[in-house]
């Protein structure tokens, strides 16, 4: 998982034994009633809180109403300590995260979710206890850092710690029943039918008729299909199949969103929502105002490429399934979740032939596998003048999907011992996706290199979108001129209409993405506020789906069905309004870089490889980690203060023109 903590260049077992030995004295100073077990390993040694006696009012461990108010100088030696400590529970919890999602078994999956009850059950205490420093004028990195502490958790648990231990086995449970969901396709239907051809299936297929609880098809396979197929009812059997596995989440979810909110209450907050919504140094009103006016300075293109994408749509699969006015069929848009639409490319290029760069089919004519795009996305970074990758990396990354266990597949980047130890953990299909995929990876891992030497409570990204949006920035920059330069394509094309076709090319991605990357916590906004009920669930899933998207589920949905749970980020409780924010900032840090590298011409020609004035103004904000309000780390970068969707507005001009010829005698809306 992309973590947002990491040791300060040291992990436990580095720590001299001395110091080691002063920590723990220090910790026991700090929770009087604290107890230590397993000390004396390195690997797994684990903070054990007692049972909670005082559990439901606010007296905590080791308070004490009659002293006196504490000073500055307490303050900071309270919220280093914790710092300390956290940090060897953070390390505990991700070393078993790692090995579970590497190795998913019950027992994997019980370790990790101990790992992270301990983790939680010190939080919910410490941040409790740190009350008793309100109202104190503490130095700035301090009350910047007990500010981080109290934010460090996306879904805090509440001090009891039978709470805390329901809340991390039912977020283990719902990881593990998306990351091991199959379907099992029809005897008869096409989709069996169009799967069986590839051999690598057949024993996923055997599941019907004799072993339909065991094999299945995993979404690796379903959202291929999605990307690659055509046929309408085998599309619709995909859609449906997949999004069957997240039905047996909706109990267990709706306990985990009460119990976030009872352990968010206990630390001040409202509900998780507010919470998520207060780390983007400004309050949770503001923030949500934010993003609202975000969406608004892109949302007239979204509706024009709606508009396009269904009148093409319309030709290929004819009017009654696509109307004229109205919503989208999911399952026609080349994605699983409608997200990104670059699948569908082929049936909205604007001009047939004219020069589209095939990426997937480059990387096949150079023979690159999986490990060769790995190296050819790093080398963009060191381009740039940032060092390679260490040796470990390529030791203990996941880069291809294992045969003979379940693993989580969906692509994520750590730093596990929080020194360095920089890891992607991927399934890389040999795909154009793919390889802007392991840009976006990187951009995690070079982000936590950079930052590596920051205080624990201030390694993580300026805001949660910045971290999403590095990689992303990088790969903007991988643009058919930049495929040439690295010889992966002979020659980028360079007549208009070619780059007309890399425009639309970049929008089925970056455009379609923005109303999908806003809404999903619109809805977790909405039900960790209880304005929606576990009974509603879907029915609200699908009111934000039609009013952001434009798009109708294939098939009718009840509340027997969780369709939010068939997306990954749901069932691993991962914010998304990152990525939303990330869509946007991309095209701002590419604009900035591309400045510094003194581009001239239209925005989207631009590649900053190679530039090393580019790179130093990257590393000048990466470095900030999140010791400072985000929009001093983009000043850093850019000169801008202030989150702006006009660099996306600037790079999708030339194809904004053009599309809107093409849709003025269409009725565009829904
Ligand atoms: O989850 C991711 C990354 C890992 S942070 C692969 N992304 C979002 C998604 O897949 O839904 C990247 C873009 C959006
Ligand atoms: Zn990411």
Redesign the pocket.
Known sequence: M?RFFAVNGLSWCNIRRHSREHLVKSIIAAFGILTAVGLSGCAGSVWRAPPCTTCGGMAVVGSDATASKPTAAEAQAYIDRIESELLVLQVAEDRASWVSLNFITSDTEEIAAKAAEERLVFLARAVAESARFDGVAKDPVSERKFGQLKRSATLPAPRERKKASELASLSAELGALYATGKYCPATDGELRHALGKDPANAKALVCYPSRPNEAGVSLGVLAKYMGAGRDESALREAWVGWHAIARPMRDGYARLIAIGNEGAREMGFADVGALWRSGYDMSPEDFRAEATRLFQQVEPLYKELHCYARKQLRKRYGEKLVPVKGLIPAHLLGNM?S?TWSNIYPELEPFPGEGAVDVTKALATNKVDELGMAHMAEGFFTSLGLAPLPKTFWKRSLFVRPQDREVEC????WDVHYNDDLRIKMCIERTGEDFY?LH??LG?DYYFHSYVKQPFLFQSGANDGFH?AIGDTIALSVTPGYLEKIELIKKAPTNPKADLNYLMKMALDKIA?LPF?KLIDEWRWDVFAGKVAPGDYNAAWWKFRTAYQGIASPEPRSEADFDPGA???VPAN?P?TR?FL?FIYQFQFYRALCREAGHTGPLHTCSFFNNKKAGDKLRSMLELGASKPWQEALYALSGERIGDANALMEYFQPLRAWMQDEIKNETCGW
Do not use: D, I, R
């Open positions: 992309l979740w997200q969906h692509a994520s980047a995929t976006h990876e995690h999403e993405f990357g997306k990954y980020h991962v998304y990525y990330s």
